[in-house]
């Protein structure tokens, strides 16, 4: 399996090479471990940047996944990263920059969306932060629309299932959704279309279950002790993990991404993780005492006296400058043109608006 | 002479064998059944899929997105309303990304009464469908509009909405689809027995290519003292009007068959209004927020000094269905006995 490379600007090379070679047993090694920690603060001070440009008018509304670092970076690490079928395709939702950010996008493309500046990558300025695409890398379009990528997983998943069985090999499909999100149609779509017989799709479903929908604690709504359980009566393998160690998030994600490969089978794996700044702006987006996965692994490094406090500090400094002047390019770059409303309405530029009329 | 459910056929045949076409799916449309209204018997791609609307519009969109060229049919349109975030979803996916994801996927779907299909089959979708931004909508009226539009369909790049007239699927048109073997013989190679069908597999006549646009209107009836705009099945009651009506001396009607609902042929509906300065609109939706209601609001802004009567619509009840008496459906959709009142109205109003 090819393994993502990391672009990363502070100590790019020594992180790109331990990233790019996986050792046997990575939370043993003391590389592999600072490095993951590494792009874990990039992660998290990221998304404190953009809290801070929603609340001072940089930018309008945030959401995002502080607390689901150990989930994010483990998984944008082990996906087979490129486009086309022999890829695997990733249907996001918006508590993943951190994902992306593993699979080596720079900081600044999250900070270019939420400034709504027309170098945005992903939507140009059109849509809100978090909400991700990058075709290169078959990272479909984030919604806002809750579990929506949990019915559009399995079209991607049927593609590769065919290539599967053509060329002997493809990549697979990852979703990912909340909680809450699971009461939704979707979510059952996703199981029912991954295990019809005899076309079983190559799928993993990933649910981060922080416990919440927006303010609605999940167990005033839910019957099920495990969201997982709920895959056991479609035939499908299911697991749950801790979601905030970074170790546990690694082997799950990595147990679950094998599963589905080696098979071709779908497979739900549920993590439990926080959410340390709340649902969103909507919610005030103030740190919550949760348990935080960066102070989990900077305990490990701490214990194992690979870092000194002085020493995580600079790591955390040197993401703060990255983040700062990102920032700063961003703040100096054009907002879309207004007349560009209708572009891309259909994938000739100059098609949309009222018919006969010229926009 | 192919009638619409083959002309439908023949066209998705066609885009398996030459556009590359990966899937057809939804639920009943692969073997045995190919269709509740066959249109989807005998293909090579098409499948069963579980009763999941969402699940089939979602799955449409994942296989576009992996770059598939995938034809999902929703059975009735009437069933189509629990998708409809999914529908946007794919519309402005395009836009969203700034151009990075076109939608290339076909959905079709039965649409309109006349087959008294009672509250949840004679449903209509075309004012529905012209709100969702970033989708291009066709509805043909006859055999070979239904074959050249589905080809046109398929070759489009981005998300097609293609309705069905249920009413109009047996019947027959005028024009020969190019290639298209005599009616016997047709039958005979495409259509799929009565009875076990296991074994049964559809000989395909060797036809070609014919593509109507997107977008492009056509004429159907010409006349030089009023227009009536609309599509599917109205367009034949429309010219069968038009034709009492100027054997009466009472007018010439021009019939526009819109063909598209968006992008519409407002070019044609320009000319067509300044030429006539009378114009009538016709659909089996109902009528508030009604797709016409737009075309006369620009009729109004572009051409107010060019009417010699004021703009008539012509549409369903606004009901919160189509009854199933026969008394009840007719009272319901328009008529030609509707189509006549207003057709003579607008060419007796003075100016």
């Known amino acids: 399996m090819e393994k993502s490379s990391v672009q990363f600007k502070a100590n790019s090379e020594d992180i790109q090479r331990v990233l790019t070679n996986f050792p046997t047993q990575p939370f043993k090694d003391k590389e592999f471990v600072l490095s993951f920690h590494e792009l874990m603060v990039r992660n998290r001070v990221l998304e404190e940047k953009l809290i801070r440009m929603a609340k001072s008018q940089d930018g309008f509304f945030w959401i995002g996944g502080p607390g689901e670092e150990a989930f994010n970076i483990s998984l944008g690490l082990q996906v087979k990263k490129g486009q086309g079928l022999d890829f695997d395709f990733l249907h996001l939702h918006y508590r993943n920059n951190g994902c992306l950010l593993a699979m080596g996008s720079p900081m600044i493309d999250f900070i270019r969306q939420m400034r709504t500046v027309k170098t945005d990558p992903f939507s140009g300025g059109r849509n809100f932060t978090a909400h991700v695409c990058k075709k290169e890398w078959n990272t479909?379009?984030?919604?806002?629309?809750?579990?929506?990528?949990?019915?559009?997983?399995?079209?991607?998943?049927?593609?590769?299932?065919?290539?599967?069985?053509?060329?002997?090999?493809?990549?697979?499909?990852?979703?990912?959704?909340?909680?809450?999100?699971?009461?939704?149609?979707?979510?059952?779509?996703?199981?029912?279309?991954?295990?019809?017989?005899?076309?079983?799709?190559?799928?993993?479903?990933?649910?981060?279950?922080?416990?919440?929908?927006?303010?609605?604690?999940?167990?005033?709504?839910?019957?099920?002790?495990?969201?997982?359980?709920?895959?056991?009566?479609?035939?499908?393998?299911?697991?749950?993990?801790?979601?905030?160690?970074?170790?546990?998030?690694?082997?799950?994600?990595?147990?679950?991404?094998?599963?589905?490969?080696?098979?071709?089978?779908?497979?739900?794996?549920?993590?439990?993780?926080?959410?340390?700044?709340?649902?969103?702006?909507?919610?005030?987006?103030?740190?919550?005492?949760?348990?935080?996965?960066i102070e989990n692994i900077e305990n490990k490094i701490l214990k194992m006296n690979w870092l000194n406090k002085e020493a995580i500090q600079k790591i955390w400094e040197s993401a703060k400058q990255e983040a700062n002047a990102a920032q700063e390019v961003a703040r100096g770059e054009d907002y879309p043109d207004a007349n560009t409303i209708y572009h891309h309405s259909f994938s000739n530029k100059n098609e949309g608006g009222l018919p006969g009329r010229d926009f | 002479m192919a009638n619409m459910a083959q002309a439908i056929r023949l066209a998705l045949h066609y885009g398996e064998k030459h556009y590359g076409v990966t899937d057809i799916f939804g639920e009943d449309v692969g073997a045995p059944q190919g269709g509740v209204f066959t249109c989807t018997q005998g293909l090579e791609t098409a499948w069963n899929t579980p009763l999941d609307e969402r699940g089939i519009i979602g799955t449409a969109m994942g296989l576009a997105l992996a770059g598939e060229k995938p034809i999902a049919e929703i059975q009735f349109c009437d069933y189509i309303f629990n998708?409809?975030?999914?529908?946007?979803?794919?519309?402005?996916?395009?836009?969203?990304?700034?151009?990075?994801?076109?939608?290339?996927?076909?959905?079709?779907?039965?649409?309109?009464?006349?087959?008294?299909?009672?509250?949840?089959?004679?449903?209509?979708f075309d004012a529905w469908a012209s709100r969702l931004a970033g989708w291009k909508i066709v509805i043909p009226s006859t055999p070979l509009d239904a074959y050249g539009l589905m080809l046109s369909a398929i070759q489009e790049k981005n998300p097609v909405m293609y309705l069905i007239p249920k009413a109009l699927l047996r019947t027959k048109g005028t024009e020969i689809i190019p290639g298209e073997p005599d009616e016997k013989s047709l039958k005979e190679l495409i259509d799929?027995?009565?009875?076990?069908?296991?074994?049964?597999?559809?000989?395909?006549?060797?036809?070609?290519?014919?593509?109507?646009?997107?977008?492009?209107?056509?004429?159907?009836?010409?006349?030089?003292?009023?227009?009536?705009?609309?599509?599917?099945?109205?367009?034949?009651?429309?010219?069968?009007?038009?034709?009492?009506?100027?054997?009466?001396?009472?007018?010439?009607?021009?019939?526009?068959?819109?063909?598209?609902?968006?992008?519409?042929?407002?070019s044609a509906i320009s000319n067509a209004i300044v030429e006539t300065g009378r114009i009538l609109f016709i659909n089996e939706d109902t009528e508030i927020t009604n797709f016409a209601e737009h075309l006369i609001r620009r009729t109004l802004e572009e051409h107010y000094y060019e009417l010699k009567a004021r703009p008539r619509m012509l549409a369903a009840k606004h009901t919160p269905g189509v009854g199933l008496a026969t008394t009840l459906e007719e009272n319901t959709v328009p008529q030609e006995k509707d189509i006549e009142r207003e057709l003579r109205a607008l060419l007796s109003e003075a100016t």
């Open chain 2, 83 to 124: 998708t409809i975030d999914l529908l946007k979803l794919a519309g402005n996916t395009n836009w969203a990304s700034n151009g990075q994801f076109p939608m290339d996927m076909v959905v079709m779907t039965p649409h309109g009464a006349g087959i008294h299909g009672s509250i949840y089959h004679s449903h209509s």
């Open chain 1, 140 to 293: 479909l379009p984030a919604t806002s629309t809750i579990e929506t990528q949990f019915s559009i997983a399995p079209g991607t998943a049927r593609a590769q299932m065919r290539r599967r069985k053509k060329a002997g090999d493809s990549g697979v499909t990852i979703v990912i959704g909340g909680d809450a999100g699971t009461a939704e149609a979707d979510f059952a779509t996703a199981l029912i279309w991954s295990s019809r017989p005899q076309e079983e799709l190559p799928l993993l479903m990933i649910v981060t279950n922080n416990q919440y929908g927006i303010s609605t604690p999940a167990r005033t709504q839910h019957g099920e002790k495990n969201i997982a359980d709920r895959a056991k009566a479609y035939g499908i393998q299911s697991a749950t993990a801790n979601g905030t160690h970074a170790e546990k998030a690694w082997s799950a994600v990595e147990t679950a991404l094998d599963y589905v490969r080696t098979t071709g089978k779908p497979y739900l794996l549920e993590l439990s993780v926080s959410r340390l700044y709340g649902h969103s702006s909507s919610s005030g987006a103030n740190r919550i005492d949760e348990e935080c996965p």
């Open chain 2, 192 to 266: 799929a027995p009565i009875g076990d069908r296991s074994e049964w597999k559809a000989q395909w006549p060797d036809i070609q290519e014919k593509l109507i646009p997107i977008g492009k209107s056509k004429s159907t009836r010409e006349g030089k003292n009023a227009t009536i705009v609309t599509y599917s099945r109205h367009v034949a009651m429309a010219e069968k009007v038009a034709n009492k009506l100027a054997a009466k001396g009472l007018g010439e009607t021009r019939v526009i068959d819109l063909r598209t609902i968006y992008p519409y042929d407002w």
